[in-house]
């Protein structure tokens, strides 16, 4: 089974700051990676995506991220962060499974809010 | 618009009752996915459909139901059985089952 851990649960950034908000993962097959966003009382909305290739993703918004296999990470990353921005943001893993409709493992959110 | 529609956006449930969660899809996909997001927890896997006529236990699956009759179509029932029902409820879909999910707006239960 897969486990996702997102280091943070709330980061505080000021605005026009950069921000990595961090997730590492545990899988023992290969794995496709997945940033959301959730506005409150909202759904998620889906940042960027790690399926092969690549290992630098961009996403929308400004969002980029990283897949390090070593390391097992996929951090989320943006340069400049706006107030807009303020938001939960959520990783998620799924594997490669040849089979079967496991649906994503979601790490526990990291809560970004933007100072002005 | 293509998308995913969840209805109500709020529902209040009595002791004993049986309520049930719209989720509605136009984007033609195969596959639909119910989770439930409570504060601090992240989002975690109720029940799943690959093909209609067809769903699978996720990880929480004591005291929901679901049917998939419908392609667009995928409904969730909090039975009594569920103590704590509270909680914000997310569906999903996705073309195939190893593709991308779309989430849409979610619904709110709460207990009176």
């Known amino acids: 089974a897969q486990s996702v851990t997102q280091l943070d649960s709330q980061v505080p950034v000021f605005e026009e700051a950069p921000v990595e908000l961090r997730c590492n993962y545990s899988?023992?097959?290969?794995?496709?990676l997945f940033w959301y966003v959730q506005y409150p009382n909202q759904g998620l909305q889906l940042l960027l995506k790690?399926?092969?290739?690549?290992?630098l993703v961009k996403g929308i918004n400004g969002f980029e991220a990283e897949f390090n296999k070593s390391q097992t990470s996929f951090h989320l990353r943006k340069p400049s962060v706006h107030i807009s921005d303020t938001a939960e943001y959520f990783c998620a893993v799924r594997t490669h499974s040849g089979g079967g409709a496991d649906g994503l493992t979601f790490g526990k959110g990291t809560h970004l809010i933007i100072q002005p | 618009d293509g998308g995913i529609t969840q209805s109500p956006k709020y529902l209040f449930r009595k002791e004993g009752q049986n309520v049930t969660l719209s989720c509605e899809q136009n984007l033609n996909h195969d596959a639909m996915y119910w989770y439930r997001q409570d504060p601090g927890q992240g989002l975690r896997l109720i029940y799943y459909s690959q093909i209609v006529n067809d769903f699978q236990k996720g990880d929480i699956a004591e005291g929901y139901s679901v049917s998939r009759e419908k392609k667009e179509s995928f409904p969730l029932t909090v039975t009594s059985a569920q103590k704590n029902p509270t909680a914000f409820y997310l569906c999903?879909?996705?073309?195939?089952?190893?593709?991308?999910?779309?989430f849409g707006p979610g619904t709110r239960l709460l207990v009176l």
């Open positions: 790690y399926l092969s290739g690549s290992t």
């Open positions: 999903a879909s996705s073309p195939g089952t190893q593709e991308t999910q779309y």
């Open positions: 899988s023992s097959v290969s794995v496709y």
